[in-house]
Protein backbone atom coordinates (compact mmCIF):
# COMPACT_ATOMS: atom_id res chain seq x y z
CA UNK A 1 0.00 0.00 0.00
CA UNK A 2 1.38 3.41 -1.03
CA UNK A 3 0.73 4.68 2.12
CA UNK A 4 2.42 1.96 4.69
CA UNK A 5 5.29 3.35 2.25
CA UNK A 6 5.57 6.83 3.03
CA UNK A 7 4.79 5.96 6.66
CA UNK A 8 8.27 3.83 6.28
CA UNK A 9 9.67 6.43 4.75
CA UNK A 10 8.83 8.84 7.70
CA UNK A 11 9.98 6.56 10.73
CA UNK A 12 12.07 3.91 8.74
CA UNK A 13 11.18 0.46 7.78
CA UNK A 14 11.73 -0.56 11.19
CA UNK A 15 9.73 1.27 13.01
CA UNK A 16 6.84 0.25 10.83
CA UNK A 17 5.10 -3.29 12.16
CA UNK A 18 3.31 -5.23 9.91
CA UNK A 19 3.59 -9.15 10.57
CA UNK A 20 0.59 -11.12 11.73
CA UNK A 21 2.10 -11.41 15.53
CA UNK A 22 2.92 -7.63 15.79
CA UNK A 23 -0.63 -6.30 14.78
CA UNK A 24 -2.51 -9.15 16.99
CA UNK A 25 -0.14 -8.43 19.86
CA UNK A 26 -1.86 -4.34 19.61
CA UNK A 27 -5.30 -5.46 18.65
CA UNK A 28 -7.05 -5.30 21.93
CA UNK A 29 -5.94 -3.07 25.40
CA UNK A 30 -7.07 -3.99 28.82
CA UNK A 31 -10.53 -4.12 28.23
CA UNK A 32 -12.24 -7.34 28.07
CA UNK A 33 -13.95 -8.61 25.13
CA UNK A 34 -12.55 -5.93 22.49
CA UNK A 35 -10.38 -6.36 19.78
CA UNK A 36 -9.97 -5.53 16.07
CA UNK A 37 -6.55 -5.84 14.02
CA UNK A 38 -4.32 -2.35 12.77
CA UNK A 39 -3.06 -2.37 9.39
CA UNK A 40 -0.05 -1.10 11.07
CA UNK A 41 1.97 0.01 14.31
CA UNK A 42 4.75 2.75 13.95
CA UNK A 43 6.48 4.36 16.45
CA UNK A 44 7.87 7.88 16.07
CA UNK A 45 10.21 9.54 17.43
CA UNK A 46 9.15 13.38 17.40
CA UNK A 47 6.25 16.07 17.60
CA UNK A 48 7.61 16.19 13.21
CA UNK A 49 7.42 13.14 12.63
CA UNK A 50 3.64 12.60 13.67
CA UNK A 51 2.49 15.67 11.82
CA UNK A 52 4.04 13.78 9.02
CA UNK A 53 2.03 10.39 9.36
CA UNK A 54 -1.03 12.31 10.22
CA UNK A 55 -0.96 14.13 6.92
CA UNK A 56 -0.41 10.38 5.20
CA UNK A 57 -3.12 9.36 7.22
CA UNK A 58 -5.58 12.44 6.35
CA UNK A 59 -5.02 11.96 2.27
CA UNK A 60 -5.47 8.55 2.29
CA UNK A 61 -8.20 8.52 5.07
CA UNK A 62 -6.57 6.07 7.33
CA UNK A 63 -7.61 5.90 11.39
CA UNK A 64 -5.09 6.71 13.45
CA UNK A 65 -5.04 5.68 17.06
CA UNK A 66 -2.31 6.56 19.55
CA UNK A 67 -1.58 4.40 22.49
CA UNK A 68 0.25 4.40 25.53
CA UNK A 69 0.68 1.09 27.42
CA UNK A 70 -2.92 -0.46 26.65
CA UNK A 71 -3.67 -0.53 30.17
CA UNK A 72 -7.37 1.51 29.73
CA UNK A 73 -10.57 0.10 30.72
CA UNK A 74 -13.00 1.39 28.08
CA UNK A 75 -11.69 -0.05 24.90
CA UNK A 76 -10.04 3.56 23.93
CA UNK A 77 -7.26 2.04 22.14
CA UNK A 78 -9.24 -0.85 20.02
CA UNK A 79 -8.20 0.05 16.80
CA UNK A 80 -12.12 -1.35 15.74
CA UNK A 81 -11.79 0.61 12.24
CA UNK A 82 -8.63 -0.61 11.48
CA UNK A 83 -5.56 1.98 10.71
CA UNK A 84 -2.86 2.42 12.60
CA UNK A 85 -1.34 1.93 16.06
CA UNK A 86 1.03 4.63 16.93
CA UNK A 87 2.96 4.21 19.86
CA UNK A 88 5.50 6.52 21.87
CA UNK A 89 7.78 3.91 23.04
CA UNK A 90 10.68 5.77 20.83
CA UNK A 91 8.97 9.09 22.75
CA UNK A 92 9.83 8.63 26.49
CA UNK A 93 12.51 11.00 27.80
CA UNK A 94 12.23 13.66 30.54
CA UNK A 95 12.77 16.98 28.78
CA UNK A 96 13.43 19.40 31.33
CA UNK A 97 12.99 19.69 35.03
CA UNK A 98 12.29 23.30 36.30
CA UNK A 99 12.36 23.67 40.09
CA UNK A 100 12.15 27.65 39.85
CA UNK A 101 8.57 27.34 38.15
CA UNK A 102 8.06 23.87 39.63
CA UNK A 103 7.10 21.70 36.68
CA UNK A 104 8.45 18.84 34.50
CA UNK A 105 8.16 18.65 30.92
CA UNK A 106 8.31 15.38 29.26
CA UNK A 107 7.02 12.97 26.23
CA UNK A 108 3.93 10.89 26.38
CA UNK A 109 5.85 7.79 26.51
CA UNK A 110 7.22 8.18 30.14
CA UNK A 111 5.85 5.57 33.01
CA UNK A 112 4.22 7.44 34.95
CA UNK A 113 5.80 5.69 38.09
CA UNK A 114 9.28 6.92 36.83
CA UNK A 115 8.19 9.96 36.49
CA UNK A 116 7.14 10.23 39.97
CA UNK A 117 10.46 8.85 41.25
CA UNK A 118 12.40 11.10 39.34
CA UNK A 119 10.30 14.26 40.86
CA UNK A 120 10.57 12.72 44.14
CA UNK A 121 14.34 12.22 44.07
CA UNK A 122 14.42 15.97 43.71
CA UNK A 123 11.89 16.56 46.65
CA UNK A 124 9.21 17.23 44.44
CA UNK A 125 5.74 15.47 43.98
CA UNK A 126 3.59 14.63 41.40
CA UNK A 127 0.23 13.53 42.76
CA UNK A 128 -1.88 11.55 40.36
CA UNK A 129 -1.18 7.93 40.77
CA UNK A 130 -3.76 5.55 38.56
CA UNK A 131 -3.59 1.94 40.10
CA UNK A 132 -1.84 0.88 36.50
CA UNK A 133 1.16 4.12 37.02
CA UNK A 134 3.57 1.56 37.16
CA UNK A 135 3.23 0.69 33.49
CA UNK A 136 0.71 3.53 32.21
CA UNK A 137 2.11 6.24 30.42
CA UNK A 138 2.09 9.88 31.16
CA UNK A 139 0.72 9.75 27.88
CA UNK A 140 -2.13 7.81 28.05
CA UNK A 141 -2.94 9.46 31.31
CA UNK A 142 -3.44 12.25 29.74
CA UNK A 143 -5.60 11.27 27.28
CA UNK A 144 -7.92 9.47 29.63
CA UNK A 145 -7.52 12.11 32.50
CA UNK A 146 -6.80 9.73 34.89
CA UNK A 147 -7.17 9.55 38.79
CA UNK A 148 -6.04 7.24 40.99
CA UNK A 149 -5.66 6.61 44.95
CA UNK A 150 -5.02 10.50 45.66
CA UNK A 151 -7.86 12.41 44.16
CA UNK A 152 -9.68 13.42 46.89
CA UNK A 153 -7.08 15.46 48.18
CA UNK A 154 -5.17 15.89 45.08
CA UNK A 155 -7.01 16.07 41.77
CA UNK A 156 -6.55 14.05 39.17
CA UNK A 157 -4.46 14.27 35.93
CA UNK A 158 -5.98 17.28 34.76
CA UNK A 159 -5.55 19.46 37.13
CA UNK A 160 -1.65 19.33 36.79
CA UNK A 161 -1.34 19.82 33.15
CA UNK A 162 0.26 23.33 32.60
CA UNK A 163 1.53 23.36 28.62
CA UNK A 164 0.35 20.36 25.77
CA UNK A 165 1.87 20.09 22.21
CA UNK A 166 -0.35 18.33 20.21
CA UNK A 167 -0.37 17.29 16.69
CA UNK A 168 -4.14 18.34 15.31
CA UNK A 169 -6.32 16.20 12.39
CA UNK A 170 -5.25 19.06 9.70
CA UNK A 171 -1.17 17.92 10.93
CA UNK A 172 -0.66 21.29 12.11
CA UNK A 173 1.35 21.09 15.66
CA UNK A 174 -0.55 23.13 18.27
CA UNK A 175 1.05 24.78 21.83
CA UNK A 176 -1.30 25.46 24.61
CA UNK A 177 -0.97 26.51 28.16
CA UNK A 178 2.52 27.45 29.58
CA UNK A 179 4.59 27.32 33.04
CA UNK A 180 2.34 30.18 34.21
CA UNK A 181 0.26 29.79 37.24
CA UNK A 182 -2.53 31.92 36.02
CA UNK A 183 -4.04 32.13 32.34
CA UNK A 184 -6.99 32.68 30.34
CA UNK A 185 -6.06 34.18 27.27
CA UNK A 186 -9.36 32.85 25.22
CA UNK A 187 -10.65 29.31 25.19
CA UNK A 188 -9.23 26.66 27.26
CA UNK A 189 -8.45 24.45 24.48
CA UNK A 190 -5.81 22.79 26.97
CA UNK A 191 -8.98 21.05 29.07
CA UNK A 192 -10.74 20.20 25.95
CA UNK A 193 -7.88 17.62 24.75
CA UNK A 194 -7.42 16.51 28.19
CA UNK A 195 -9.67 13.24 28.46
CA UNK A 196 -10.05 13.59 24.57
CA UNK A 197 -9.04 10.11 24.18
CA UNK A 198 -6.72 10.82 21.06
CA UNK A 199 -9.97 11.99 19.37
CA UNK A 200 -8.81 15.61 18.46
CA UNK A 201 -5.37 15.18 18.01
CA UNK A 202 -2.08 13.34 19.49
CA UNK A 203 -0.44 15.08 22.52
CA UNK A 204 3.50 14.91 21.58
CA UNK A 205 4.99 16.90 24.84
CA UNK A 206 3.52 17.40 28.31
CA UNK A 207 4.44 19.99 30.94
CA UNK A 208 3.19 19.06 34.21
CA UNK A 209 2.96 20.87 37.71
CA UNK A 210 4.53 19.38 40.65
CA UNK A 211 4.45 20.70 43.99
CA UNK A 212 6.97 20.24 47.69
CA UNK A 213 7.44 16.02 48.78
CA UNK A 214 4.75 16.23 51.82
CA UNK A 215 7.56 15.58 54.72
CA UNK A 216 5.47 12.76 56.13
CA UNK A 217 2.68 10.20 55.40
CA UNK A 218 0.66 7.88 58.18
CA UNK A 219 -1.49 4.62 57.27
CA UNK A 220 -4.68 3.39 59.04
CA UNK A 221 -7.06 0.51 58.74
CA UNK A 222 -10.40 -0.40 59.77
CA UNK A 223 -12.68 -3.02 59.56
CA UNK A 224 -16.59 -2.58 59.89
CA UNK A 225 -19.49 -5.48 59.79
CA UNK A 226 -21.75 -2.91 57.95
CA UNK A 227 -21.52 -1.28 54.65
CA UNK A 228 -23.82 1.68 56.18
CA UNK A 229 -21.14 2.09 59.24
CA UNK A 230 -18.04 2.15 56.51
CA UNK A 231 -20.07 4.88 54.23
CA UNK A 232 -21.10 6.43 57.75
CA UNK A 233 -17.32 7.07 58.28
CA UNK A 234 -16.36 8.42 55.36
CA UNK A 235 -18.79 11.10 55.59
CA UNK A 236 -17.49 11.87 59.10
CA UNK A 237 -14.28 12.30 57.89
CA UNK A 238 -14.97 14.99 55.24
CA UNK A 239 -17.38 16.44 57.74
CA UNK A 240 -14.68 17.06 60.55
CA UNK A 241 -12.81 18.83 57.85
CA UNK A 242 -10.42 15.97 57.19
CA UNK A 243 -9.19 15.70 53.71
CA UNK A 244 -7.21 12.57 53.23
CA UNK A 245 -4.82 11.70 50.80
CA UNK A 246 -5.79 8.38 50.61
CA UNK A 247 -9.28 6.68 51.62
CA UNK A 248 -10.41 3.02 50.19
CA UNK A 249 -12.72 0.72 50.11
CA UNK A 250 -12.98 -3.13 49.84
CA UNK A 251 -15.86 -4.95 49.99
CA UNK A 252 -16.34 -8.47 51.81
CA UNK A 253 -15.73 -10.10 48.15
CA UNK A 254 -13.05 -8.12 47.42
CA UNK A 255 -11.33 -8.87 50.68
CA UNK A 256 -11.98 -13.02 50.62
CA UNK A 257 -10.35 -12.65 46.91
CA UNK A 258 -7.66 -10.93 48.74
CA UNK A 259 -7.04 -13.24 51.26
CA UNK A 260 -6.97 -16.22 49.38
CA UNK A 261 -4.52 -14.93 47.44
CA UNK A 262 -2.54 -13.41 49.71
CA UNK A 263 -3.00 -14.82 52.49
CA UNK A 264 -2.85 -11.44 54.83
CA UNK A 265 -4.68 -12.53 57.85
CA UNK A 266 -7.93 -10.17 57.02
CA UNK A 267 -10.72 -10.49 59.32
CA UNK A 268 -13.59 -13.09 58.73
CA UNK A 269 -16.43 -11.52 59.97
CA UNK A 270 -15.88 -7.90 57.83
CA UNK A 271 -18.25 -6.98 55.53
CA UNK A 272 -16.25 -3.62 54.49
CA UNK A 273 -12.75 -2.07 54.88
CA UNK A 274 -11.72 1.34 54.82
CA UNK A 275 -7.48 1.72 54.03
CA UNK A 276 -6.89 5.71 55.64
CA UNK A 277 -3.80 7.83 54.32
CA UNK A 278 -2.94 11.34 54.93
CA UNK A 279 0.47 13.07 54.50
CA UNK A 280 1.68 16.42 55.13
CA UNK A 281 3.74 18.18 57.99
CA UNK A 282 3.90 15.42 60.94
CA UNK A 283 1.82 16.77 63.69
CA UNK A 284 -1.04 17.48 61.36
CA UNK A 285 -0.61 13.58 59.63
CA UNK A 286 -0.77 11.73 63.27
CA UNK A 287 -3.78 14.00 64.49
CA UNK A 288 -5.95 13.73 61.36
CA UNK A 289 -5.13 9.60 61.11
CA UNK A 290 -6.13 9.54 64.84
CA UNK A 291 -9.13 11.46 64.89
CA UNK A 292 -9.67 9.24 61.66
CA UNK A 293 -9.72 6.19 63.32
CA UNK A 294 -11.50 7.31 66.09
CA UNK A 295 -14.16 7.87 64.00
CA UNK A 296 -13.88 4.42 62.63
CA UNK A 297 -14.19 3.11 66.38
CA UNK A 298 -17.05 5.33 66.61
CA UNK A 299 -19.33 3.79 64.10
CA UNK A 300 -18.82 0.27 65.10
CA UNK A 301 -15.10 -0.86 63.77
CA UNK A 302 -14.19 -4.30 65.07
CA UNK A 303 -10.95 -3.89 64.14
CA UNK A 304 -7.97 -0.78 63.71
CA UNK A 305 -4.86 -0.17 62.90
CA UNK A 306 -2.23 2.19 62.53
CA UNK A 307 1.34 1.33 60.40
CA UNK A 308 3.97 2.02 62.59
CA UNK A 309 6.93 1.85 60.13
CA UNK A 310 6.96 2.39 56.59
CA UNK A 311 6.72 -0.90 56.04
CA UNK A 312 3.97 -2.02 57.55
CA UNK A 313 2.18 0.51 55.52
CA UNK A 314 2.76 -1.00 52.61
CA UNK A 315 1.76 -4.59 54.56
CA UNK A 316 -1.98 -2.65 55.40
CA UNK A 317 -2.27 -1.26 51.77
CA UNK A 318 -0.72 -4.51 49.85
CA UNK A 319 -4.24 -5.77 50.15
CA UNK A 320 -5.93 -3.19 48.42
CA UNK A 321 -3.38 -2.51 45.87
CA UNK A 322 -3.77 -6.23 44.98
CA UNK A 323 -7.67 -6.46 45.00
CA UNK A 324 -8.18 -5.95 40.95
CA UNK A 325 -5.34 -8.93 40.50
CA UNK A 326 -6.53 -10.84 43.31
CA UNK A 327 -10.26 -10.87 41.64
CA UNK A 328 -8.81 -11.42 38.52
CA UNK A 329 -7.89 -15.11 39.64
CA UNK A 330 -11.11 -16.36 40.34
CA UNK A 331 -12.78 -16.05 36.75
CA UNK A 332 -11.14 -16.26 33.13
CA UNK A 333 -12.52 -12.62 31.99
CA UNK A 334 -12.77 -9.53 34.66
CA UNK A 335 -14.60 -6.58 33.66
CA UNK A 336 -13.91 -3.68 35.80
CA UNK A 337 -16.08 -0.41 35.88
CA UNK A 338 -15.79 2.89 37.26
CA UNK A 339 -19.49 4.08 38.25
CA UNK A 340 -19.12 7.04 40.37
CA UNK A 341 -21.60 8.58 43.28
CA UNK A 342 -21.23 11.27 45.59
CA UNK A 343 -19.84 9.79 48.28
CA UNK A 344 -22.66 10.61 50.52
CA UNK A 345 -24.08 8.25 48.35
CA UNK A 346 -21.64 5.19 48.89
CA UNK A 347 -23.28 2.62 50.71
CA UNK A 348 -26.38 2.69 49.24
CA UNK A 349 -24.35 2.52 45.82
CA UNK A 350 -22.60 -0.44 46.76
CA UNK A 351 -26.03 -2.42 48.34
CA UNK A 352 -27.74 -1.53 44.77
CA UNK A 353 -24.23 -3.18 43.14
CA UNK A 354 -25.06 -6.49 45.27
CA UNK A 355 -28.88 -6.48 44.52
CA UNK A 356 -28.26 -6.35 40.69
CA UNK A 357 -25.81 -8.89 40.74
CA UNK A 358 -28.09 -10.90 42.04
CA UNK A 359 -30.72 -10.63 39.98
CA UNK A 360 -28.59 -11.16 37.24
CA UNK A 361 -27.43 -14.26 38.60
CA UNK A 362 -23.76 -12.69 38.10
CA UNK A 363 -20.82 -12.27 40.20
CA UNK A 364 -19.75 -8.80 41.17
CA UNK A 365 -17.49 -7.31 43.70
CA UNK A 366 -16.60 -4.02 44.79
CA UNK A 367 -13.64 -1.68 45.70
CA UNK A 368 -12.29 1.78 45.29
CA UNK A 369 -11.71 5.31 46.17
CA UNK A 370 -14.45 5.52 49.19
CA UNK A 371 -13.44 9.61 49.39
CA UNK A 372 -14.39 10.81 46.18
CA UNK A 373 -16.77 7.91 45.59
CA UNK A 374 -15.58 6.58 42.95
CA UNK A 375 -16.32 2.59 43.22
CA UNK A 376 -15.18 -0.20 40.72
CA UNK A 377 -17.57 -2.67 40.70
CA UNK A 378 -15.85 -5.64 38.86
CA UNK A 379 -17.26 -8.33 37.49
CA UNK A 380 -15.74 -12.35 37.35
CA UNK A 381 -17.37 -14.06 34.15
CA UNK A 382 -16.05 -15.64 31.25
CA UNK A 383 -16.91 -14.21 27.86
CA UNK A 384 -16.90 -17.53 26.06
CA UNK A 385 -20.53 -18.15 27.93
CA UNK A 386 -23.08 -16.03 25.32
CA UNK A 387 -25.84 -16.48 28.30
CA UNK A 388 -23.92 -14.94 31.10
CA UNK A 389 -22.33 -12.40 28.95
CA UNK A 390 -25.93 -10.74 28.28
CA UNK A 391 -26.32 -10.97 31.75
CA UNK A 392 -23.34 -8.88 32.66
CA UNK A 393 -24.31 -6.23 30.13
CA UNK A 394 -27.45 -6.31 31.73
CA UNK A 395 -26.08 -5.84 35.28
CA UNK A 396 -23.77 -3.29 33.92
CA UNK A 397 -26.51 -1.27 32.03
CA UNK A 398 -28.71 -0.96 35.80
CA UNK A 399 -25.23 -0.17 37.67
CA UNK A 400 -25.05 2.97 35.42
CA UNK A 401 -28.45 3.78 35.94
CA UNK A 402 -28.43 3.77 39.60
CA UNK A 403 -25.36 5.64 39.72
CA UNK A 404 -26.98 8.65 37.62
CA UNK A 405 -30.25 8.30 39.29
CA UNK A 406 -28.29 8.92 42.92
CA UNK A 407 -26.44 11.77 40.90
CA UNK A 408 -23.25 10.08 39.66
CA UNK A 409 -22.06 9.21 36.59
CA UNK A 410 -21.02 6.14 34.05
CA UNK A 411 -17.23 6.45 34.76
CA UNK A 412 -15.00 8.80 37.30
CA UNK A 413 -11.62 8.04 35.73
CA UNK A 414 -11.31 5.19 33.14
CA UNK A 415 -12.69 7.13 30.28
CA UNK A 416 -15.69 6.43 27.84
CA UNK A 417 -13.88 4.85 25.06
CA UNK A 418 -15.72 2.60 22.37
CA UNK A 419 -17.10 0.38 25.49
CA UNK A 420 -19.10 3.12 27.49
CA UNK A 421 -20.12 5.16 24.27
CA UNK A 422 -23.58 3.81 24.29
CA UNK A 423 -24.11 5.32 27.85
CA UNK A 424 -22.34 8.50 27.31
CA UNK A 425 -25.99 9.98 26.13
CA UNK A 426 -27.49 8.82 29.64
CA UNK A 427 -24.63 11.10 31.20
CA UNK A 428 -24.60 14.27 29.35
CA UNK A 429 -28.21 14.27 27.11
CA UNK A 430 -28.62 14.82 23.57
CA UNK A 431 -27.53 18.10 23.45
CA UNK A 432 -24.09 17.48 25.03
CA UNK A 433 -23.78 14.75 22.84
CA UNK A 434 -24.86 17.06 19.68
CA UNK A 435 -21.83 19.78 20.66
CA UNK A 436 -18.97 17.02 21.44
CA UNK A 437 -20.28 15.77 17.74
CA UNK A 438 -19.76 19.63 16.70
CA UNK A 439 -16.50 20.26 17.98
CA UNK A 440 -15.15 16.65 16.49
CA UNK A 441 -16.55 17.43 13.43
CA UNK A 442 -14.57 20.80 13.57
CA UNK A 443 -11.53 19.60 14.43
CA UNK A 444 -10.99 16.09 12.79
CA UNK A 445 -13.76 16.48 9.76
CA UNK A 446 -12.45 13.05 8.13
CA UNK A 447 -12.62 10.94 11.46
CA UNK A 448 -9.10 10.16 11.82
CA UNK A 449 -8.32 10.50 14.83
CA UNK A 450 -9.67 7.69 16.81
CA UNK A 451 -12.65 6.85 15.21
CA UNK A 452 -15.27 4.68 16.81
CA UNK A 453 -14.85 6.09 20.65
CA UNK A 454 -17.15 8.04 22.65
CA UNK A 455 -19.46 8.24 20.34
CA UNK A 456 -22.03 5.32 19.78
CA UNK A 457 -24.48 4.69 16.81
CA UNK A 458 -27.12 4.09 19.70
CA UNK A 459 -27.68 4.50 23.36
CA UNK A 460 -28.21 0.53 23.72
CA UNK A 461 -26.31 -1.19 25.58
CA UNK A 462 -23.00 -2.18 24.19
CA UNK A 463 -22.58 -5.54 22.35
CA UNK A 464 -19.85 -7.40 24.89
CA UNK A 465 -17.91 -9.25 22.33
CA UNK A 466 -16.90 -7.45 19.54
CA UNK A 467 -14.07 -8.67 17.59
CA UNK A 468 -13.41 -7.16 14.52
Known amino acids: MEWITQLQQIVGKDHVKQSRAQLAAYSFDATAGFQAMPDAVVSPESTEQIAAIMNVCRTYKVPLVPRGSGTNLAAGTVPSQGGIVLLFNRMNQIIELDEDNLCVTVQPGVITLDLATYVESHQLFYP ?9 TIGGNVSENSGGLRGLKYGVTKDYVMALTT ?3 NGTILKTGGKLAKDVAGYDMQSLLVGSEGTLGVVTEITL ?6 KAQKTGIAYFTSLEAAGKTVSEIIAAKIIPATLEFMDRGTMDAVEQFMNLGLPQDAEAMLLMEQDGDEEAVTRDVEQMIALAIKNGATHTAVASSAEEALRLKAGRRAALSALSRKRPTTILEDATVPRSELAKMVRAIEEIAIRNQVEIHTFGHAGDG ?5 CLTDSRDVEEMKRVEQAFAEIFEV ?6 TITGEHGVGEMKSPYLEWKIGAEGIDLMRTLKQAIDPDNICNPGKMFAKSTKPRVVLHYG
Open 128 to 136: PDPSSMKIS
Open 167 to 169: VLP
Open 209 to 214: KLIPLP
Open 374 to 378: NLHPT
Open 403 to 408: AISLGG
